[in-house]
């Protein structure tokens, strides 16, 4: 037997409000036992952990989450989660349409948004 990976848990200073921006990014809901000031919400069907702990976030994360626009383009994706209150960090985008955009949650946890799959398609055939 091996194991599986339950959760991928990320520590952070507010489980509900982190918790909440990731379920509004992923469209996803939270655990319907989650309330504000719990230690701990779950974003059902994504595996994702969110856990109150004392320490600010220091550093580059060692993991970060590669996001794929479902049903938009990876440019209106980056405008809709910055309405959500992600931070630019990095323009990685390159004029011939590939690259991607490196963006924070609202504790500064880093991640990306590569192009979606028609735009891969488009170029790949292009």
Not at 4 to 24: M, N, P, Q
Request: glycine content about 10%; overall charge negative; hydrophobic content about 35%.
């Amino acid at each position: 037997m091996t194991s599986a990976i339950r959760h991928v848990t990320v520590d952070c200073s507010d489980a509900y409000a982190l918790g909440s921006f990731w379920s509004e990014v992923l469209g996803r809901p939270l655990h319907e036992d989650d309330k504000p000031g719990d230690e701990e919400a779950l974003i059902e069907g994504a595996g994702l952990l969110f856990v109150t702990v004392p320490e600010p976030k220091a550093v580059k994360n060692r993991v970060h989450f590669d996001l794929q626009p479902q049903g938009r383009t990876r440019d209106e994706e980056v405008e809709r989660l910055l309405a959500l209150g992600a931070t630019l960090v990095d323009d990685r985008r390159r004029p011939d349409g590939t690259g991607w955009v490196v963006l924070a949650d609202l504790e500064g946890n880093e991640f990306c948004v590569e192009r979606g799959e028609a735009e891969r398609t488009a170029t790949a055939s292009g």
